[in-house]
C-alpha cells in the first residue's frame, strides 16, 4: 500500500536525506574492478578508490588503497583506538 505524502512534506524530508546522505567531506570507497561498484562485503580483497563528497562539485579521488581494510583504516583512522575504560566493579 503506497502512502500519498503531501508535497511540501516530501521534498522537505527529501531535501533531509540528501543532507544526511551527500554531507560535504565524507568518504566513500568505491571498488575498483571489471563489474560497477557494488557492496563492501561482495568483493573484500578487491582494491578500492577511496573519494570525498565536495558538495556541489562532487565526487574528489583521495587515495586509491589495496583492499577493504586499508580503505576502511583511511576512512576511520580512530576507530578501534579509544582507550579501554576499566570494568566497574559491580
Given at each position: 500500500?503506497?502512502?500519498?505524502?503531501?508535497?511540501?512534506?516530501?521534498?522537505?524530508?527529501?531535501r533531509?536525506?540528501?543532507a544526511?546522505t551527500?554531507?560535504?567531506?565524507?568518504?566513500?570507497?568505491?571498488t575498483?574492478?571489471?563489474?560497477?561498484p557494488?557492496a563492501?562485503?561482495?568483493?573484500?580483497?578487491?582494491?578500492r578508490?577511496?573519494?570525498?563528497?565536495?558538495g556541489?562539485?562532487?565526487?574528489?579521488?583521495?587515495a586509491?588503497v589495496?583492499d577493504?581494510?586499508?580503505?576502511?583504516?583511511?576512512?576511520y583512522?580512530?576507530?578501534?583506538?579509544?582507550?579501554?575504560?576499566?570494568?566497574?566493579p559491580?
Amino acid at each position: 500500500m503506497a502512502v500519498d505524502w503531501p508535497d511540501d512534506l516530501a521534498e522537505r524530508f527529501g531535501r533531509r536525506i540528501l543532507a544526511r546522505t551527500y554531507r560535504p567531506g565524507r568518504l566513500r570507497a568505491v571498488t575498483l574492478g571489471q563489474d560497477p561498484p557494488r557492496a563492501a562485503h561482495i568483493d573484500p580483497y578487491l582494491p578500492r578508490a577511496v573519494m570525498r563528497f565536495t558538495g556541489k562539485r562532487g565526487w574528489k579521488l583521495v587515495a586509491v588503497v589495496d583492499d577493504l581494510p586499508a580503505a576502511q583504516a583511511l576512512m576511520y583512522p580512530d576507530r578501534g583506538k579509544e582507550d579501554k575504560a576499566p570494568l566497574e566493579p559491580w
